[in-house]
């Protein structure tokens, strides 16, 4: 089954977690050629949605929807369209750079993989450590190596949660320009981050989660840091 689509809808998401109420009937839609920052505190529910968009989490009540396809409908056919960086970075420590991008190249069916594999590395400045375990790496090179596997089958839905934790300074520009070539190329990106002034000038809406709940940020003057504490302020 092949599954093709334009836009994330989310219609009255609620998640619980026992008595926990994580997310409270959130509504949104993430549209292609859109880079959506969601923003919000420790614990407002951010890398729960993220994991409910990824297919990983299935909500208490409510709809998602890829497109004019039901999450529940769908299943693996969606899910092959879907790249996703979690807090869990999903690399495997004992294999090195090439055989964790190989093992996933291989999972998604790539044809041509090395050359995909080697393409990623040279994206991850790692092409000079191929064959090192993972395990010796770095945090930030563990995450850029975590970003390369999220994007290797060039993904039609990137979910990308706190992507630019432990990069330098050249890693996150590289990642600025990443994130601008998938917005072009008609990808449909929803990250969170707490770096607002990384992401400002690359997130075409901002979106604020909390106690659960979604609303859109004004798209007003001014930095989005300043924006973001303004809206915190009223609510």
């Known amino acids: ?3 093709s689509f ?7 998401v609620t998640r619980n977690f026992g008595r926990r109420r994580a997310l409270s009937r959130v509504s949104f839609v993430c549209r ?22 990824s297919t990983l989490l299935k909500p208490t ?12 409908a769908a299943g693996a056919a969606v899910r092959r369209q879907i790249g996703l960086l979690a ?12 055989e964790n991008l190989l093992f996933f190249g291989r999972l998604y069916g790539l044809t041509d993989v090395e050359r995909i594999v080697r393409a990623a ?33 060039s993904p039609r839905l990137v979910l990308l949660d706190e992507p630019f ?3 330098d300074d050249a890693s996150v520009e590289a990642l600025r320009g990443r994130l601008a070539s998938l917005r072009l190329s008609g990808s449909i990106v929803l990250l969170t981050t707490h770096d607002l002034e990384v992401i400002d000038g690359i997130a075409d809406r901002a979106l604020i989660l909390t106690a659960g709940k979604v609303n859109e940020l004004d798209a007003g003057p001014g930095p989005l840091r ?4 303004r809206a915190c302020a009223v609510a």
């Open 32 to 53: 292609a050629g859109e880079v959506v920052a969601l923003l919000g505190p420790n614990g407002a529910g951010k890398s729960t949605l993220l994991s409910i968009a």
């Open 165 to 167: 934790t432990g990069l």
């Open 61 to 72: 009540s409510g709809d998602v929807r890829y497109g004019a396809h039901p999450a529940a």
């Open 121 to 153: 590395l040279e994206q991850a400045k790692l092409a000079d450590r191929p064959d090192d375990p993972v395990a010796g790496f770095s945090r930030g090179m563990r995450q850029r190596l975590a970003i390369e596997r999220a994007l290797l089958h």
């Open 226 to 229: 300043e924006r973001y504490r």
């Open 87 to 98: 807090h869990d970075l999903f690399v495997y420590p004992e294999l090195s750079a090439a």
């Open 6 to 12: 334009d836009t994330l809808t989310f219609s009255d």
């Open 1 to 3: 089954m092949n599954v």
